[in-house]
T-cell receptor
């Protein structure tokens, strides 16, 4: 089954403790991206990657890192999480040149 | 630049009522337009899309027509069901800007029996 898988689904952590949210897709998509969803703001793009070893900032990249060492994986790294990063995070993938994006189930992160 | 503006929610309707959720956009190129739906506790699922002007996307009784002259992509359904309760996002993707999506803020719909 074609899918985008994120882990974990729920995470509560403390300020400053490094964490990684994983994202994996099995559709051989070149393009992968991370979004955060906040009430009243919709989804905002954090980072994206157009292929292996090619990443770039989205609209709200501060406080986040990503890597793309393999085509299928695109982890989101928070080196020193802060409470303002409490949010619902979505990973998405698509074929380059094809507009339709496939989304993961989401990761609800709470930073206390 | 690219942006999407959609109708503020929340929207509450009785079962079998007519639904319209307004969406307008600005784009520098020739975008494709989408409606995504998010059911409680789940990720976003593509509901329908239109890739060029005057295209009509449809799925599950929902429809939206790509109107270039009014830069709109309003979502409609003739008779909503309780199972349609969800958050609906209008979005655009402009190939000139890579594969980046621009989302509206989402409209929460609750359908009551």
């Amino acid at each position: 089954e074609a899918q985008v898988t994120q882990n974990p689904r729920y995470l509560i952590t403390v300020t400053g403790k490094k964490l990684t949210v994983t994202c994996s897709q099995n559709m051989n998509h070149e393009y992968m991206s991370w979004y955060r969803q906040d009430p009243g703001l919709g989804l905002r793009q954090i980072y994206y990657s157009m292929n292996v070893e090619v990443t770039d900032k989205g609209d709200v990249p501060e406080g986040y890192k990503v890597s793309r060492k393999e085509k299928r994986n695109f982890p989101l790294i928070l080196e020193s999480p802060s409470p303002n990063q409490t949010s619902l995070y979505f990973c998405a993938s698509s074929l380059l040149g094809q507009n339709e994006a496939f989304f993961g189930q989401g990761t609800r992160l709470t930073v206390v | 630049g690219n942006s999407v503006t959609q109708m503020e929610g929340p929207v509450t309707l009785s079962e079998e009522a007519f639904l319209t959720i307004n969406c307008t956009y600005t784009a520098t190129g020739y975008p494709s337009l989408f409606w995504y739906v998010q059911y409680p506790g789940e990720g976003l699922q593509l509901l329908l899309k239109a890739t060029k002007a005057d295209d009509k996307g449809s799925n599950k009784g929902f429809e939206a027509t790509y109107r270039k002259e009014t830069t709109s992509f309003h979502l409609e359904k003739g008779s909503v069901q309780v199972s349609d309760s969800a958050v609906y996002f209008c979005a655009l993707s402009d190939r000139a800007a890579g594969n980046q999506f621009y989302f509206g803020t989402g409209t929460s719909l609750t359908v009551i029996p």
